[in-house]
């Protein structure tokens, strides 16, 4: 059952010490000592139509984000391989654009065909916005789960996008359900939105019961709208976890981009209060940080949720 806005409300209120601890009970409560990871692989970059004002991909900005096509099945084949040995359990495959064409979208579903056959991890997309044919066609090539972010609040959308709706945002995700895949979406905070604009967001992800859910932190990039954006304290930032993992006790909640530039050495905080699951290797246009050292975090983390569950 989905909390209410009024019930989140409340949890605003509380300190944060010990929302976190009501968080991290919720978590070992539902998901216990999980723990799972994640890479994602820029497949086709630049030159997108959209406006989203935080995206260095955007054509419409001047920013230093590469250009290409869609890149070498081989290339992106040993990307795959290299994730799976770092202990990632999905491999998805990003690419630019408002949504693909029906030549690209023949070519993904090749490439996740051969990745499923030759590398044997579970193959995710985020390819922007599709119909239920078109995510039938990528089910049916081996695709398990469809990445598709509401970004923001509906009613702080307006101020995040113009070339595309909130409402296009959650028909794909609702045609991903149609097509019988699994949903992988979240959203971004420190746009310049509040903290009742997050819990909006937060009600609706609860709403539609996603698997997983990515939590973005804005790391504003030079030549976009936002680039002289201020960056969230981490108090705003852990109370946002902490609430998303009430509010959403068995989705997987991932910490994705933001994690190494913004919480720095305060990541681990993020964990403590109930994310458990994270995107390593680097975010698109930012790199992350050194795979060996998350992976040495997570093996503490599990090894003390462990110890407590």
């Known amino acids: 059952m989905s909390l209410t806005k009024k019930q989140l409300l409340s949890l605003l209120n509380i300190p944060l010490l010990e929302l976190m601890q009501q968080a991290m009970a919720v978590k070992l409560a539902h998901r216990g000592s999980i723990f799972s990871l994640c890479t994602i692989c820029n497949v ?9 004002v935080f995206c260095a991909q955007s054509a419409k900005y001047h920013t230093y984000a590469p250009v290409y096509g869609l890149r070498d099945i081989e290339d992106v084949l040993k990307e795959a391989a290299k994730a ?13 654009g408002r949504g693909p064409r029906e030549s690209e979208l023949h070519e993904y579903a090749r ?17 922007g916005i599709l119909d239920v044919k078109g995510l039938c066609q990528l089910k049916e090539a081996g695709l398990s789960r469809y990445h598709h972010n509401l970004e923001s609040s509906r009613s702080f959308f307006q101020s995040v996008c113009s070339t595309h709706s909130y409402d296009e945002r959650l028909e794909t995700i609702n045609a991903a359900r149609a097509a019988g895949l699994e949903v992988c979406a979240g959203g971004i905070i420190g746009l310049g939105e509040n903290m009742l604009s997050r819990l909006e967001l937060i009600c609706e992800l609860s709403r539609l019961e996603v698997e997983s859910v990515p939590l973005n932190i804005l790391v504003p ?3 976009t709208p936002l680039e002289g954006q201020k960056m969230l304290c981490i108090e705003d930032i852990i109370r946002a976890v902490a609430i998303m993992r009430i509010a959403l006790p068995k989705s997987a909640l991932r910490i994705a981009g933001g994690r190494d530039s913004v919480l720095k050495d305060f990541q681990g905080l993020a964990f403590m209060a109930g994310a458990d699951a994270m995107l390593i290797g680097g975010y698109l246009t930012v790199r992350g940080r050194d795979v060996l050292v998350d992976i040495e975090m997570v093996k503490e983390l599990t090894r003390l949720w462990g110890n407590v569950v």
Do not use: H, Q
């Open 44 to 52: 086709k970059s630049g030159k997108c139509t959209e406006d989203c």
């Open 221 to 223: 990039i030079p030549g």
């Open 111 to 127: 490439y996740i065909d051969i990745i499923r056959r030759e590398v044997r991890i579970n193959v995710c997309a985020s390819l």
């Open 84 to 96: 799976r040995e770092n202990g990632a359990t999905r491999f998805s495959l990003v690419a630019s």
